[in-house]
């Protein structure tokens, strides 16, 4: 399945989910994932850079591998496609799921340290990987990135969707459906930081405002971040912590234009992500 990146990237100013093209092309995409999956196929050719890979089908409760090609997530790649290896080399992947981000961002030519908490995701990640990066393979890590260490970290595992699980606490309700308390490793953000990254991913289903909040980001100045923010009250925090700071923020909610104001930034996963920077523009065409 060909997927054109370059297509969604030259219709940056229409990307925020109100819009006519966000709609149509999210049931579009939606359908056309879910009946290749169906006809039992699962190989995928992102943008015109990167190899095509496999991406096998798995269930994580109520959500599966075609939801991971949503709509938000096809524009993030398209990101990817127009920036990674050139601008952006070496990537940190922080909620890395069952890899597909770490694949195409590893294809794309990065260098990719991907965080993974759930050992049972986890595992699926590595198997992943290990079928499709044969050179320039990322380095992968079963944690929980956190806003400082933890020997142990305790960890909900959402029965109903996988994709959701969390650190206990990051999320004001427990998980509708059921969940399996794990325990796992928790990793300072700090210390993933001191790697020295030029690109950050931050799905983290609640943690992100913790992760932003416990750093200074003046101390990383060649550091952007991709941002998923969970709710209203992370988004405030987010903002925040970016006021005073020579930092901007472009918000996918308004077509990636500069934030200036709380109401700009996305505040639940279906608004889309935030961009980060020391930047003054986001440049989506290369």
Not at 17 to 35: A, G, L
Not at 67 to 88: H, Q, R, S, W
Not at 244 to 273: M, Y
Request: glycine share 6%.
């Amino acid at each position: 399945m060909y997927i054109n990146l370059r297509e969604i990237a030259s219709q940056f100013n229409e990307h925020s989910n109100s819009t006519e093209y966000y709609c149509k092309s999210k049931i579009q995409f939606e359908n056309d994932t879910r009946r290749y999956y169906e006809s039992n196929q699962s190989r995928f050719q992102l943008g015109d850079r990167a190899n095509e890979f496999c991406l096998p089908y798995f269930s994580q409760g109520k959500v599966d591998s075609a939801n991971l090609f949503g709509m938000n997530e096809l524009i993030l790649f398209a990101f990817y496609e127009i920036t990674v290896g050139y601008k952006y080399k070496k990537i940190l992947d922080l909620g890395a799921n069952i890899g597909l981000h770490t694949i195409f961002l590893s294809l794309l030519g990065a260098s990719v340290t991907s965080v993974e908490p759930d050992p049972n995701t986890f595992e699926i990640l590595s198997n992943n990987v290990n079928s499709e990066i044969s050179f320039n393979k990322p380095n992968l890590i079963n944690a929980a990135a956190c806003a400082e260490d933890f020997k142990l970290v305790k960890f909900l595992r959402v029965l109903q969707n996988r994709t959701g699980s969390h650190v206990a606490g990051a999320r004001e309700l427990l998980p509708y459906g059921g969940y399996d308390e794990i325990f796992v490793q928790g990793l300072s953000f700090s210390g993933l930081l001191s790697e020295g990254y030029d690109l950050v991913k931050i799905d983290v289903e609640g943690l992100e405002a913790d992760l932003i909040c416990s750093i200074s980001l003046e101390l990383f100045p060649e550091t952007s971040y991709l941002v998923e923010i969970g709710n209203q009250e992370n988004a405030r925090k987010i903002w925040d912590c970016i006021q005073g700071c020579n930092f901007n923020a472009f918000s996918q909610k308004i077509n990636w234009r500069k934030a200036t104001k709380l109401e700009d930034l996305p505040n639940h996963h279906s608004e889309g992500t935030l961009f980060i920077t020391r930047e003054s523009t986001m440049n989506w065409e290369k």
